[in-house]
């Protein structure tokens, strides 16, 4: 039965991934909630019945009441039949209506939502540009994805649950008292209009408050795990108590946002008890006042005590479920922010996977300032042969980093373009443009698994072996063979923690060169690949990554030239501009920029302060 209800909507079902979601709330819910249409209309007619089972029982409780006024023998005899089905409504179609009501509610909508709007939301998220990822927390990023999806499903559940319910219900009270008598809707009536202006009053107020709320837990999430992803850096400088600080200020934003809400919610609860006195002083006076007349029956003064004495427990839970209603609207509101922002770096519509042949690299009238109108590069035209080698050097901020994050298409150019054999890679799909190029980084950050699964992210249908391979000629194998993490798994199944803390730099560096080595792309990006490397290690490892390039088209960023000393040609970068270019000897003959770079080498590294002056 459960697996029943559990699997009438597939989560994870085909769906268009759009680049521009919804940026209005219920347009962005709808789109969530299209798999759902046909549940919601059973759960929708399930409320309505629920609510009308519970309606008549009040009016039948009420025909008891005037049945007891007759001979308890004749009450059986002309009423026997009628009691038994009764009781057996109440026994059984009663449990099984209530059943299946939850079984929609628990086991199809509430599971299969949440997992589909965090799916999706986070399939959107990923889809982002490096750079949209720059610009926020990541810690923010997560709460976002973590929160919206029990905050939607949580609203729809209560619109089922209470709002559809308790509106089913309200009717059907009506209807009761009216046909007991009509005059005993007058109160009740008005009554409505008086619980109507206090729902708009809370509504209208508590949306903006929950969602000033959701805004500041979200701003501690980041504050939190920003502080503990660079826990190194807090303990190094030794700075709790400034992180503490940092956390106290959006922690205390978050209190006073959380109070604001609070008062909202004590007024309402207040005003609800005062508006639910008035309904039963109303409602039950009034009917009294009618049985005194002779107008009513004693049965209709009990169904309207028993009505008006469940509607006085109902409404606080209605009025809690229509603020909550909107809470997890304000929620939702709070998560759009990132979930509905659109993608701001897409394939073209007409985009084609990349066309491997020779490995020619082509850069025209390249210029990219990222939005500023300065630095980064200025104007770059360069053509690297299929199978070159290119050194790449040059001062902090020259814009090495920006030409090998737009050979990657992390950005796009603002102006130029960059050709692989002869095809602009704006025009083709970003996964199989960094399919064919293989980076190494200088942060060589890894991910929280264990070293198979960082090694096998370069190829994942390698084989064990082509995998060992990988790391023997990354100088790898030995070290990992040591390796145990805390739950005692070892060598290749041991987990190297988040960023890949648990290891050295140069251990890091080298599982990040194997996972390369096993991607054997024809295109090689080195950024200061061997940085973190002893002295004997990186001689070993120049041997693999000389073997590496051959028969790829290499860049490769240093600020060791003695790294880049045997490349094909080198280029000189300073200020957006290549302001140099040739071999080794020919740079030095020149006398120029590189020339000076060489001289200033202290201990083979670049000394950027004297170079500046």
Known sequence: MFKFFETLVDPYCDHLDEDVPPTKLWPFMARYMRPFRSVFVAATLMSIVVAAVEIGLIAYMGRIVDLLAKEPTQVWADHGSELIIVALVVLFIRPLLQAVDVLILNNTVLPNLGTL???RAHKHVLRQSVGWFENDFAGRIANRIMQTPPAAGEAVFQVFDAITFSLAYLIGAAILLMDADPRLLLPMLAWIVLYGCLVKWTVKRVGPASKAASDARSKVTGRVVDAYTNIHSVKLFAHNNRELEYAKESIEESRQTFQVEMRIFTLMDFMLVVLNGLLIVAVVGWAIWLWMQGSASVGVVAAATALTLR??????????ALTSFFRQLGVVAEGM???????????SPAAKSLQMSDGKLEIQNLSHHYGR???GLDQIS?????????GLIGRSGAGKSTLVKLLLRFYDVESGRILIDGQDISQVRQDSLRDVIGMVQQDSSLLHRSVRDNILYGRPDASEDDMIAAAKKAEAHEFIGDLQDPEGRQGYEAHVGERGVKLSGGQRQRITLARVILKD????????????????????????LYGMMQGKTVIAIAHRLSTIAQMDRILVLDQGHIVE??????????GGVYAGFWQRQSGGFLNADEAAE
């Open 117 to 119: 709007i965090r799916w």
């Open 311 to 320: 509607l006085n427990a109902m409404t606080g839970w209605i009025m809690w």
């Open 337 to 347: 922010e990132t979930i509905a922002q659109p993608i701001d770096l897409v394939d």
């Open 373 to 375: 109108g300065s630095g």
């Open 382 to 390: 360069l053509t690297i042969n299929p199978g070159e080698k290119i």
């Open 521 to 544: 792309a024809p295109i090689l990006l080195l950024d200061e690949a061997t940085s973190a490397l002893d002295s004997e290690v990186e001689a070993a490892i120049q041997e693999t």
């Open 581 to 590: 270019q040739g071999t080794h000897s020919e740079l030095l003959g020149l």
